[in-house]
């Protein structure tokens, strides 16, 4: 269990990087348009079609539809989890509770966007994040709660 408690957080801490960057390229839609090019001209998605038209599509998209709130959201809401996959990591119980709490909030409102939407990749991720969130609780709980007192 411990490492599967370990590769949640990792995989959560990269893809709350993930936010930030992204957050960050979507306040210059310029740049991530050209980004977004420049990749789909890689040799590596020159035999994908569909994958670099899709790439060319988004590209268009970031140049048409900047949002500064979907940016300031992306980039709180990755720093958020960033720091606390780093509280964790020292050993911090707020830490614990506060990825809980933000991972818990955020898989309900992926859950609900994803019965709205149909948006089966939604649900997929609102379940991870809830079974990371179960991980995550089991290792509060073994750590902090049926620890015994200290003989003082």
Do not use: N
């Amino acid at each position: 269990m411990d490492f599967i408690f370990r590769l949640g957080l990792i995989i959560k801490g990269i893809d709350s990087l993930f936010e930030v960057i992204g957050g960050i390229l979507l306040t210059m839609p310029t740049k991530l348009s050209r980004y977004l090019l420049v990749i789909s001209q890689h040799e590596a998605f020159r035999h994908h079609e569909a994958l670099a038209g899709r790439l060319d599509h988004l590209a268009g998209m970031a140049t048409m539809h900047p949002s500064m709130v979907e940016a300031v959201y992306l980039i709180v809401h990755g720093a958020t989890k960033v720091v606390l996959i780093v509280a964790i990591a020292r050993g911090f119980r707020w830490g614990y509770i506060g990825l809980m709490a933000v991972l818990s909030l955020f898989a309900c409102i992926e859950l609900v966007r994803a019965g709205t939407a149909r948006e089966v990749v939604t649900g997929v991720l609102g379940l991870f994040d809830l079974a990371v969130v179960f991980v995550i609780y089991r290792e509060y709980r073994s750590r902090f709660v049926l620890q015994p007192e200290p003989a003082g």
